[in-house]
């Protein structure tokens, strides 16, 4: 919108792109009500997450000045930005200590569902970023599954396939999560709490 604020275009010009651009957002915003939630509900995607609630001036640091919604990527970036600031250094044990000096981890691959826009406007009430290890059926990667909700259901969902990498004086090599025993007991853990929840 600021673009066509401040183009060549005359002030009558750029009123009516403004109210033909307010007119395309109410269609949108009307579109997107009718759709069917794809997500769980919070009671369903609660069970045994690691959650944080996020108010609506913190969700707003990661937008787009004048976008009216948080964007794919800025999900994305919001997801990876807590996993690593808050998630891993709260539950990972020594993970301050050990990760990027005795091991490192990396996201081999990942899948993101955008279910619905979060439009900024009408954030009103905190959100809730929950953080998952749904199981451990593998050696040699972990899975990671991070959810931005609220009580009308899920917004935003990324499913991680994590590996982790041994660091020494020679180099870097690909190693199992069960070799570390600190990540290995932490993960379990996380693990577990789907089982008591269940």
Known sequence: MGIIRNSIFGSDRANVALDLASEGMEKLRAFTAGLAVFGATDAEIADGAVKY????????????????????????????????TYFAPEHVDAYNAEAGNTYTVWTHDATSSYRR????????????????????????????????????????????????????????????WRKLPNLRGSLERLRDRNISMS
């Not at 990661?62 to 807590?82: D, R, V």
């Not at 290890?133 to 009308?152: C, G, M, Q, T």
């Open 53 to 84: 609630f996020l108010s609506p001036d913190f969700i707003r640091t990661f937008a787009t000045a004048g976008f009216p919604f948080l964007t794919y990527y800025e999900f994305n970036e919001l997801s990876g930005w807590y996993r690593d």
């Open 117 to 176: 826009h979060l439009f900024l406007d009408h954030l009103e009430h905190d959100l809730t970023l929950s953080f998952q290890v749904p199981f451990l059926d593998a050696a040699s990667w972990f899975p990671l599954r991070i959810r931005l909700y609220d009580a009308e259901g899920l917004y935003f969902q990324n499913d991680q396939k994590l590996v982790v990498e041994r660091l020494s004086p020679e180099g870097a090599t690909l190693t199992s």
